[in-house]
Structure formats: structure tokens, C-alpha cells
């Protein structure tokens, strides 16, 4: 697990985010591995570290959480994208793409060269 | 935003806790159970299925951990949780919580209460009026150098030559007589120029203020008038309608046009104005003639004025100045040698304030020592449980606490006691407030000293309360952090041994103390004493047995003419009274609070030297004054009723000793002639000297001139009634004889003569009591924190006096030992002391009770600043204190039992 590189520091919030977006209304377990999956299990996550992160953003407005049951009967904590969840996603997503792609310039062979 | 929403729920979550704890333990069961769900069904044996999920979580208690951490504010979380200890620790010592919180409230109440005065009476700028810090008051300066009031003409100069000046105003406070004739009321008002809003930059709450068609400079054209707020809805129930409507004031109809805001009480600090009255009205009002609207000499408009923006105030002084001299010049028949200046408002002489400056900053310096004394005792207190605590502070560093929490710790439940202290304190300021006012002379105008807690103190309060903490906590909680757990754990217990330097520490604490004692003390000691001296002058008349009223028959409505037929008829009423045996009416009243007036003078066969002053103070006196009020006739004759004001009659007046020796060298005064109001008058005897303005003032040249003679309609009129008893006593028939000659004249405020010259004394008499009050709580303070120092070093110490009375040490050795080791402490401190008193004693030496033209010179303490005996006196005192507290646990040391105190451990 060491060889795994950890979660960036303010990326989770991002990926929690992204997640919620494309499975809809999800529990903690099912994010974390979904982040993990999505990633191609090249990440290390501990889910644990991903239950503040889901508290700071329900604590800003950007989800809102309810108790459900999940699909194989079990009760547990459905969160939900919101409105103001959505536009704190896109505009991280876009500030993130734009930091590799500038990141990405700087490293790829120089061409012109 | 999202910042802002994210705190609120980490606050919310600071209370909340244990439901949202429940919750999420809930949250992380269901989680677990989903994990180990989904590793049963991938083939992993139960146990394996758990430990796996478990480790994927990065266990459940870190998990919590972390979620608490965002859940709440950690930061907060331990100072609550600090509080919660502090708490606990002050009910399991409720004795040294009650002592610490009790001095503190009380160093921070008379603080703040005195702090609050200062506020009100001396900071804060005038309300209600625009730009307030651009206003400038606008004094004449005579010959002397002393500042007095301005004349009409003079104002209507300076208003039309000035040009750094956006614009001046005047003003003259004045009584009103406000309804219809037997139910008039008096009211407190000012007499203005029609300026006087626009300057001041005051906005209407309803209707309007003067308008510029109301500037002008016409008596009797303006019968308008603006109310206050205040009166407004005392007195019409704040009915709108009444802009438009007319009110009688002084018999005549004025048209209110407007009310002024609330915040706006008129251009005195802490008097509250209901009236404003364009001063065109004063010959309307007062049967002042118009000639006197236009006599320079007739000083009695305070001045206001506004700075040009961009203009400071040096330049336009220097305007006013030269504008004054060339008028000085120009007038030289009764303005030679006069100037003018500019003044900031808060330096202004008229008024509380100018009464009041000193002794409040006196008190203000001393609330401040006081609270020292506190914050000094409260830390000593703080240490001496450091000591005891030292054990505990040494383990949790050992068990891995880190310093900065202890000194947090400590710093948090100082603040817990200074906080308690400061809202006690707080509480008690507008009782405290009260017991001030109640100390105020006998009113005459209604002072609006707030005992409201303006915006202005709390702030000063809370910075108090942060400055007490920081002053009491600093050092234990720095000391608390140094602790050393290797010595202290190792020393198996033993705290004496460890203890030295903070004893050190602890004495020199106490040192400090015993030396702000001193200088309060010596400080109180210097106000009472002089206080005293002063009010043991002789002032030179009779002042028992005497009832004093002043009527106020203007605003009746009362002609010149009607007014003398009053006195004449009220007197001869009272003559016929028994129980009375003299009467008597003047204008001014001898050591008043309202200001004296004075003449212009040209003495025959005397020539002044250039800029000499020749404006003398004088008094307008019936023939009956100066018999009724005791004061001998040394030389030629009092006045008869035939000094009037006939044709035939000679102008006369009596002059005093001061007034012989000055002008006369002394020599042969009767008969000499003195030119005055326009006229020579004969001096025909000559009165002893007495005091005029205040005790404390050396001789000053006064003359007395008949009231038939010289009475205008702008002076008052006061009425003394001389008895045998009480002289309250013949009230009754004092208000049926005024009711005989006139129902609708009201006797407003009758006073014993002797209460009345009290107020003279009153900025002494304030600061001496304040002061001796404020300097016994200093000592007594002082003599606690000494006490509990003694007593915990020879708690410390009970082992090693058992030591030596087991070795053969007798009773009176150790009380010795125990006595002789306070008084070096206080020796240190009063040693210090003295320095500092001195120090502060010339301080208040140099504070004069006012510099208007009155009373110059006279000061809080002058003549005791240097009072050898009272700083002996001092330091005796103290050190008898510091024998006392010293002596009670050495006591206790020399009763020790050698077998208990080695046992004791």
C-alpha cells in the first residue's frame, strides 16, 4: 500500500464531489470506493480521512446528507449534491484543469527545442 | 461565505456534540458493516472480513478523532473546556474566587464610574451637532490674561471680520419661566444668536431651526423658539402639531418652529438645555434695555465658532488675535488691553467641565493606582496557587502537555476571574454613579451625567479587564509554564524547597503593592487636608442662619421699576415676620457657582500702569447685605435707602480693604471718587474683606454699590432672610409673603445660606472624599495582599520553624523572625513609595480647580504638597498595617508544635 501515492492535499474534496455528480445520491462507502476504483486502484485512501472531508463540505452548503438504506438493506448516510455543490464543482474542476494543463507544459518534452 | 457558514456549524457543533457524536457513530457502524458485507462476499473469512475493513478505515478512533476536530473548533474546544476547569477550581476555593472577583469589581467599578464622568464631562464631544472635533470655543482675554465671556458687539465684529472662521455663534444660558401665569414651570434654556444651529451644524428633528431672515441683529424681531426633545415629549407628548403652535415664555408668545434632535442638549457638556431663544428676544423677554445688546462691556455671551476647512486652529487664533487688538485699539475706552483666543471645547472654563477637570483627573489617576493595587493582589493570589498547583502542572508536562496549554490554562482562569470582577464591576457603575451625583452641589442647572454605560466605556472597561488580566496572569501563567518537572517531581514532594524564587517573585509583588499604597494614600491624605484647611477659612461673613432664594422675576415678565418695587415690598413683608431679623437682596451671592461680575474702573488721582487691570468685581447690595451677613464696616458708613435713585442723590459705594490698599495705599479712602457705569461714584465707608468667589482665593479688590442705584434688568435678584432658628423654618411664610405680593411668582429654590457657599467647596469636598474613601480601600487592599504573602510564607516555612523551636528557638525569636521579615518587605516598598508620592503629589499640586477669570490660582492641594508630616504620617500608617499583617501568621508560626510541623508531610 506504501507505493500508492496518498490523496492530495484539497483534491478529495474535488473527487467527493465529481462522485456525487456522476452516481448521484451516495453513502461514505460507496465513495470511497468508487474514488478508489475510478482512480484504478492506484490510490491510497483511507476511508476514514474521508469522512471529515465529507462533514467540511455539507458544513459549506455543497452537499447535504440523509439516512436511507442502501441497495443491499443496510441503513446508511446518503449524501446529495447541491445547487451551490454544483458550481463549487465546476469551478474547481475548470481551476484544476487548468493547473495541469500548465503543469502539463512544463513537463512534457519541449518541442519547439 | 462559505467560510462564514462553515464556522457557524463548528460553533453550533461546539454544543451540539453529543448527538452529532451519536450520529456519526451510527454513520461509521453502517460503513463498517457495508465493508465487511462486501469482503464476506469476496471470500474472506469473518474475522479477516472485520480486520480488513477496519484497516482500510484507518481506525475507528483516529476516524472519530478527526471527525470531532472538524465537527467542533479544537481551538475553542480547549479554552472551553480551560473554563470548565477554571470553574471548578474556583468552587472548590470559593473563598480566594469571592476575594479576587470582589477586589476586582470593586478596582474596576470605581474605575469605570470615574472613567464614565470623564467621559461625559470632559471627551465626549457635544451631541447631536455635525463635525463636532471643528467647533472651537471663542473666548475674550482680559488685560490679566484670564479668559471671560464675550460682549454682542465684540461677537457681531469677530462674526463679520473673520474669514478662517466658517462661522461663530454665541450663547447665554438662562432660566425661563415656560405656561401660562400660575402654573409656569422653569426652564433651563439658552439665549442665542440666530446662527447658532447652522454653526453648530444641528438638523431639526421636526419643523426647522432658525432660519438665516433669523440671524439678524434686531431685538425683539424674532419671537421664535426651539425645543428639546426631551421637553418635547415630557411636556406635549412629542405631538407634532406643536411646530406652528405658540408657547408663553416669560409672559410673551414665542412660535416653536422646530425641535431639536435628541442627542442635542445645547452647547455645554453634561448640562441638558429644553430652550433656545434667539438672544434678539432678551429685551422682549428680560426688560433688558437694547442699549445694553450693544455695550461692549456687557461680557456675558459664551462664543462658539467652526473652523474653515483646512484652516487649523493656530491660524485662526492668530486671525482672532490681531482682529482683537485692532479692536482693542479702536474701543480703547473700554476694551484697552483686551484680546481673544480659541480654545478646543473640551478646555472651555464655563460649565461642569471647568469645575470638574481636575478633581476628575485626580480621581481618575487615583481609580487607576487602585486598580493596580488589585491586579497585583489577584496575581499574588494567582501564584500562591501556582505553588500549591505545581505538583499537577509538572505531571501533565510529563504526561506529554505541552507549555503553551498551561500558560493558556492559567491566562484562562485569570480571565475568568477578571471577567467576573469586570461584570460585577459594571454592574455596580450606575450605583456608584448615583453616590457621585449625590455629591454634586445643590442643583441649579440639571446635569445629564449619565449613569448610562455609553459605547465609550465599555470599551474602556473591556480593555481594563484584558489589561487586569494580562497584569494579574502573566506572571504565574509564565511561571506555571517554566515548571521544571524533573526538579519538582523528583523533590518528593517537598514544596518548600522550590519555592524560592517565587518568593522572590511574590515579595517583590508585595513590595510594589505597599508602594502604590503609599502614593495613594499620600495622595488622599494631601485633597483631605487641604480640603480641610480650606474649608476652616473664615469667609469672612456669617453664613448660619441664613435662607437664600433667588427669583428669577424677568421671566414673570417684571419691569426694571416692578422688580425693585418686588424687593421692597418682599422685604418689608419678611421684616414684619418673627423669628427674622435682618433681610436683605443683591445681585450676586458670595461663593456661588454662577459667575460674578465685574466693572470697569478709573479711580480719581490714580493712574494705572499700562495693561494694569482695572475690571473689579462688585456685588449690587441692598442697605441691609452687609449688616445681614455680618461683615464689619471699618472705616465711614454703611448704605441707607437714601443712597436711591433719585436725582438729588449722590452716587455711592462701599469698597473693600483689598480695594483701600491698592488704590489708596491704604490711606484716607472716604470720599475719593470712582468712576464707574458711566458715572462718578463717592466712596462713603469701607467693608472688611471677605471671600468672593471661592475660600481658597487671596484678598481680591471688590466694591459693593446700592441696589437702587445700580440694579439692571439683566441681573439677578437674590433675597437673604436672616433668622433667629432654623432658617428653613420660616419658609411657609416666605412663599405666603411672595404668594401676597404676587400668585404667579414662584419661589423656585430656597437653600440655607451655609448649603449654598458649600458649593464653592465642591470640587475640593469632591476629590477629598472620593479620595479618602478610594485611599482606605488602598490600604486595606495593600495590608490584604502583605497578609496573604506572610501567611503563605510562613505556611511554607512550617517545617523549618518547627525545626528550630525543636532546637531550642523561643516564641518570641520566630515572631520576631516572622515580623521582622514583612516590614523589610514593606520597608522596600514604602521606600519606593515616597519617591512616586512625591512624584504625584506635584502632579496634583499643579492643578487648578479652573482658569476662568474668577478664582484664578486657586488649587486642589497647593499649599500641602510638600507636607512633611503627612508623608510620615503615611508611612507610619502603612507600616503599622504591614506589623499587623505580619504579625497574625506569625503568631500562628510561633504556636506551631515542633512534633506536628515535622510530621506534617
Redesign the interface.
Known amino acids: 500500500m506504501s507505493d500508492k501515492p496518498d490523496v492530495w492535499q484539497g483534491t478529495l474534496a474535488l473527487m467527493v464531489l465529481k462522485t456525487l455528480e456522476t452516481m448521484g445520491p451516495q453513502?461514505?462507502?460507496?465513495i470511497a470506493?468508487r474514488i478508489e476504483q475510478t482512480s484504478g486502484n492506484l490510490l491510497s485512501l483511507?476511508?476514514?480521512?474521508l469522512?471529515?472531508a465529507l462533514?467540511?463540505l455539507?458544513?459549506?452548503?455543497a452537499i447535504v446528507s440523509e439516512w436511507g438504506t442502501?441497495d443491499?438493506n443496510?441503513?446508511?448516510?446518503f449524501y446529495r449534491l447541491t445547487r451551490?455543490g454544483r458550481k463549487q464543482l465546476e469551478r474547481e474542476a475548470r481551476n484544476w484543469e487548468q493547473a495541469t494543463a500548465i503543469l502539463a507544459r512544463f513537463l512534457s518534452p519541449a518541442e519547439e527545442a | 461565505m462559505?467560510?462564514l457558514?462553515?464556522l457557524w456549524?463548528?460553533l453550533r457543533g461546539l454544543v451540539a456534540s453529543q448527538a452529532a457524536a451519536t450520529d456519526?457513530n451510527?454513520?461509521?457502524e453502517?460503513?463498517l458493516?457495508?465493508?465487511i458485507?462486501?469482503n464476506l462476499r469476496s471470500g474472506m473469512s469473518p474475522e479477516q472480513a472485520r480486520r480488513q475493513a477496519l484497516i482500510?478505515?484507518?481506525?475507528?478512533e483516529?476516524?472519530r478523532q478527526?471527525?470531532r476536530?472538524?465537527?467542533t473548533l479544537p481551538r475553542l474546544d480547549d479554552i472551553l473546556q480551560d473554563a470548565r476547569y477554571g470553574l471548578r477550581m474556583m468552587a472548590r476555593n470559593p473563598a480566594f474566587a469571592a476575594v479576587a472577583i470582589l477586589t476586582l469589581a470593586v478596582g474596576i467599578g470605581v474605575s469605570t464610574t470615574a472613567f464614565s464622568w470623564i467621559d461625559t464631562v470632559l471627551l465626549r464631544p457635544l451631541g447631536g451637532v455635525s463635525d463636532p472635533e471643528r467647533l472651537v470655543a471663542l473666548e475674550s482675554v482680559t488685560p490679566g490674561g484670564e479668559w471671560v465671556p464675550n460682549s454682542y458687539p465684540d461677537y457681531q465684529d469677530f462674526r463679520d471680520h473673520l474669514k478662517m472662521l466658517k462661522g461663530i455663534a454665541v450663547t447665554r444660558p438662562a432660566a425661563f419661566s415656560v405656561g401660562k401665569d400660575d402654573h409656569a414651570e422653569r426652564v433651563w434654556g439658552e439665549l442665542v444668536s440666530g446662527n447658532y444651529f447652522t454653526v453648530l451644524g444641528v438638523q431639526p428633528e421636526l419643523g426647522r431651526m432658525f432660519s438665516s431672515d433669523e440671524y439678524g441683529d434686531k431685538p425683539g424681531a424674532f419671537p421664535v423658539a426651539v425645543i428639546s426633545d426631551r421637553y418635547w415629549r415630557s411636556h406635549y407628548a412629542a405631538d407634532p402639531n406643536i411646530v406652528g403652535k405658540t408657547i408663553r415664555v416669560n409672559q410673551h408668545e414665542l412660535t416653536v418652529v422646530g425641535i431639536a434632535p435628541a442627542e442635542f442638549h445645547g452647547s455645554i457638556t453634561a448640562v441638558a438645555f429644553d430652550l433656545w431663544v434667539p438672544y434678539m428676544q432678551q429685551p422682549v423677554l428680560n426688560g433688558v434695555g437694547a442699549w445694553m445688546l450693544r455695550n461692549r462691556q456687557n461680557r456675558n455671551m459664551l462664543g462658539i465658532a467652526r473652523l474653515r476647512p483646512g484652516v487649523t486652529m493656530q491660524q485662526a487664533t492668530q486671525e482672532l488675535a490681531a482682529l482683537a487688538g485692532r479692536m482693542a485699539i479702536a474701543n480703547a475706552d473700554v476694551s484697552q488691553g483686551m484680546s481673544a483666543t480659541l480654545l478646543p471645547l473640551s478646555k472651555w472654563p464655563h460649565g461642569p467641565q471647568g469645575l470638574l477637570a481636575g478633581p476628575l483627573r485626580t480621581l481618575m489617576g487615583v481609580c487607576i493606582l487602585l486598580l493596580g493595587i488589585v491586579c497585583v493582589n489577584v496575581a499574588n493570589l494567582l501564584l500562591a496557587r501556582a505553588t500549591v498547583r505545581e505538583k499537577e502542572f509538572s505531571t501533565r508536562l510529563a504526561l506529554g502537555a505541552n507549555r503553551r496549554r498551561l500558560v493558556q490554562q492559567v491566562l484562562t482562569e485569570s480571565l475568568m476571574i477578571t471577567a467576573a470582577g469586570t461584570i460585577l464591576g459594571v454592574a455596580a457603575t450606575p450605583w456608584l454613579s448615583r453616590l457621585l451625583q449625590a455629591l454634586m452641589p445643590p442643583g441649579q442647572l440639571s446635569l445629564t451625567l449619565g449613569t448610562g454605560l455609553h459605547p465609550h466605556v465599555l470599551v474602556f472597561t473591556a480593555g481594563l479587564c484584558v489589561l487586569a488580566t494580562l497584569a494579574a496572569g502573566i506572571v504565574p501563567a509564565l511561571v506555571s509554564g517554566r515548571a521544571d518537572l524533573n526538579t519538582k517531581l523528583s523533590a518528593g514532594g517537598r514544596s518548600g524547597a522550590a519555592g524560592r524564587g517565587r518568593h522572590r517573585l511574590r515579595s517583590a509583588l508585595v513590595a510594589s503593592e505597599v508602594a502604590l499604597a503609599l502614593v495613594a494614600l499620600v495622595c488622599a491624605a494631601l485633597l483631605a487636608r487641604s480640603f480641610q484647611q480650606t474649608s476652616r477659612i473664615d469667609p469672612g461673613f456669617d453664613p448660619n442662619h441664613v435662607l437664600l432664594n433667588q427669583f428669577y422675576l424677568t421671566a414673570n415678565g417684571y419691569s426694571l421699576e416692578q422688580r425693585k418695587e418686588f424687593c421692597r415690598r418682599l422685604a418689608a413683608e419678611m421684616e414684619s415676620t418673627p423669628g427674622v431679623t435682618n433681610v436683605a437682596y443683591s445681585d450676586g451671592v458670595a461663593l456661588g457657582f454662577e459667575p460674578s461680575w465685574w466693572e470697569d474702573l478709573r479711580v480719581e488721582r490714580y493712574t494705572p500702569s499700562a495693561g494694569e487691570n482695572m475690571k473689579i468685581f462688585r456685588n449690587v447690595i441692598s442697605p441691609g447685605y452687609l449688616p445681614l451677613l455680618r461683615i464689619p464696616i471699618v472705616e465711614g458708613r454703611n448704605l441707607t435707602e437714601q443712597d436711591d435713585e433719585k436725582d438729588n442723590s449722590p452716587l455711592v459705594m462701599i469698597v473693600n480693604q483689598a480695594f483701600v490698599q491698592r488704590f489708596f495705599a491704604g490711606r484716607d479712602p472716604i470720599g475719593r471718587k470712582v468712576h464707574g457705569w458711566g458715572d462718578w461714584f463717592r466712596i462713603v465707608g469701607v467693608a472688611q474683606d471677605s471671600k468672593y468667589h471661592y475660600l481658597g482665593e487671596s484678598s481680591v479688590p471688590y466694591m459693593y454699590v446700592p441696589f437702587r442705584q445700580v440694579f439692571r434688568a439683566d441681573m439677578n435678584l437674590a433675597f437673604y432672610v436672616r433668622t433667629q432658628g432654623d432658617p428653613i423654618a420660616v419658609l411657609p411664610q416666605l412663599r405666603a409673603a411672595v404668594r401676597r405680593i404676587d400668585p404667579n411668582v414662584t419661589v423656585f429654590d430656597p437653600i440655607p445660606l451655609r448649603e449654598f457657599i458649600g458649593a464653592s467647596l465642591y470640587p475640593q469636598r469632591m476629590a477629598a472624599t472620593l479620595l479618602a474613601a478610594l485611599g482606605a480601600l488602598a490600604v486595606l487592599l495593600a495590608g490584604v495582599g502583605l497578609y496573604s504573602v506572610m501567611a503563605w510564607s510562613v505556611a511554607q516555612r512550617t517545617q523549618e520553624i518547627g525545626i528550630r523551636m525543636a532546637l531550642g528557638a523561643d516564641r518570641a525569636s520566630v515572631l520576631s523572625m516572622v515580623v521582622r521579615q514583612g516590614l523589610t518587605l514593606a520597608g522596600v516598598g514604602l521606600a519606593a513609595g515616597i519617591i512616586l508620592a512625591l512624584a504625584a503629589a506635584r502632579g496634583i499640586a499643579a492643578v487648578s480647580i479652573t482658569n476662568s477669570a474668577m478664582g484664578k490660582g486657586v488649587q486642589l492641594a497647593g499649599a500641602t504638597a510638600a507636607n512633611p508630616l503627612i508623608y510620615l504620617a503615611a508611612v507610619i500608617f502603612l507600616s503599622a498595617i504591614a506589623v499587623l499583617a505580619s504579625f497574625l501568621p506569625a503568631r500562628r508560626a510561633a504556636s506551631v508544635d515542633p512534633m506536628q510541623a515535622l510530621r506534617s508531610e
Not at chain 1, 483511507?46 to 480521512?49: A, E, R, S
Not at chain 2, 482500510?56 to 475507528?60: C, D, E, K, R
Request: charged content about 30%; cysteine-free.
Open positions: 453513502h461514505g462507502y460507496g470506493r483511507n476511508y476514514g480521512t469522512y471529515p462533514l467540511k455539507e458544513q459549506e452548503g442502501s443491499n443496510r441503513r446508511a448516510k451551490v | 462559505r467560510k457558514r462553515a456549524f463548528r456519526f451510527a454513520e461509521l453502517s460503513h458493516q457495508m465493508h458485507d462486501d482500510q478505515l484507518g481506525g475507528v483516529q476516524t478527526a471527525y476536530e472538524r465537527a
